[in-house]
């Protein structure tokens, strides 16, 4: 028998599942939601799972799906073009100031991050802290060359335009989304940031998973999992589907772009930092998005749920969770993975096990040496709550090779 780097996972109807998990927690709802997907009848060759694979809407997070004539809204998310941003600069550990607060705060006046709901600010919604009130010149500009795109989509599907979009763009968000000023192994200074499509991108992946289950009403019960419904490519709203999903993953290229300006301008304006290149070396990659690939003789679209594409020779990023290491890597091009790799750590538990599981102080442990929130706000976000990253990282030996290993200094959640 030929020894495999992955588990082998066979489907009574369907295809296989391939799934680079020794060595990491993989639980049971994971693994019956890769069979459920497994079985769709217009799955190319198998469906792989990364070692950060976790239980997620319909899909697993962690998963990377070749599909021929369908696609499935749900398995893309609503997330829609999440992913990192790297950008080595030219500074050195030596350039940074002993206290890093500073740094911090100019990160978070910079950048509009977090969200305010219901009742944070007085009576009925608070005002999105989240987004602009009045977007900056250069946050219009991009918007300008977004802007003629999505009018085409709204014409046709007018329930999109009622997101944030302009007040969005170029900024964080909240949950997992963060800003870090990390070090090499050479001690160089590298600013990473992870975020997606924001408002907009949630309001097109909603609104066209519901669409997809409406269109679907009929066959439903065919289906393993509701939360499965497909488009059919030739059916009335696919190709809406894949003009929408692909703006708004230019989107989230472009606000990962603008983020990364707005934070480099800022630091630039402090005392006693001196003026520094931040395109060193760059890196803008998405981990949630569906793809036009050619795997294995076929034309696929390619979803990647919470994996990153992992050509050989092409540059990754995997972080790890607030009190971790991160990873720029290189791509080994393995072909069984549909030359794909983790996007992180993965979570080992939902955010409410995490709330309940651990301790202000145990986050304070967990995260010593990190300029970064500790309060109960980030409790879900704990380094606890997640897959350990060593693991992760040696389950996918054969997907990737590192080429830098960061640390955190600063982290910025909303």
């Known amino acids: 028998m030929v020894d495999t780097a992955y588990e082998l996972i066979q489907v009574g109807r369907g295809v296989p599942i391939k799934a680079w998990t020794r060595g990491v927690p993989f639980e049971q709802e994971a693994r019956q939601q890769l069979v459920n997907v497994a079985s769709l009848p217009f799955i190319h060759k198998w469906v792989a799972a990364m070692p950060d694979v976790h239980w997620g809407i319909g899909a697993t997070v962690g998963s990377v799906i070749p599909t021929v004539g369908a696609i499935i809204p749900a398995a893309v998310g609503v997330d829609i073009g999440c992913g990192m941003m790297a950008a080595r600069t030219s500074l050195g550990a030596g350039d940074l100031p002993d206290d890093l607060r500073g740094l911090r705060t100019a990160i978070e006046a910079a950048v509009p991050h977090g969200f305010a709901g219901r009742g944070r600010q007085g009576k009925g919604r608070g005002r999105d802290v989240g987004a602009w009130g009045t977007p900056p010149q250069h946050i219009d500009t991009v918007w300008r060359q977004l802007a003629p795109d999505f009018e085409r989509i709204v014409d046709k599907h007018p329930a999109v335009q009622k997101s944030n979009h302009r007040v969005h763009l170029g900024t964080l968000g909240s949950g997992n989304h963060f800003i870090e000023l990390c070090l090499d192994e050479a001690e160089r200074v590298w600013i990473l940031l992870h975020s997606g499509s924001r408002g907009v991108g949630n309001k097109i992946g909603t609104y066209f998973i519901e669409l997809a289950r409406k269109d679907m009403r009929g066959h439903q019960a065919n289906l393993p999992d509701r939360d499965l419904a497909y488009f059919e490519e030739g059916s009335e709203h696919f190709a809406d589907y894949v003009e929408a999903v692909e703006w708004a993953q230019r989107f989230a290229l472009a606000n990962r772009q603008a983020m990364m300006r707005s934070i480099a301008a800022a630091l630039r304006e402090l005392p006693g930092l001196p003026h520094f290149d931040a395109s060193v070396e760059a890196v803008n990659c998405h981990h949630n998005y569906v793809a036009r690939e050619h795997h294995y003789g076929a034309d696929v679209l390619l979803t990647r749920k919470g994996a990153v594409r992992a ?82 990282m040696e389950a996918q030996k054969d997907l990737v090779e590192i080429a830098h290993t960061l640390r955190q200094l600063i982290c910025v959640k909303g």
């Open 311 to 392: 050509r050989l020779g092409e540059l990754g990023i995997i972080p790890g969770s607030m009190g971790a290491r991160s990873y720029i890597v290189r791509g080994k091009g393995n072909k069984e993975s549909f030359e794909s790799c983790s996007h992180g750590a993965g979570r080992a538990m939902s955010r409410t096990q995490a709330k309940k599981r651990f301790s202000l102080a145990d986050h304070a442990r967990a995260t010593a040496g990190v300029e970064c929130r500790k309060d109960d706000g980030v409790l879900d976000e704990t380094p606890g709550a997640y897959k350990p990253i060593d693991a992760v």
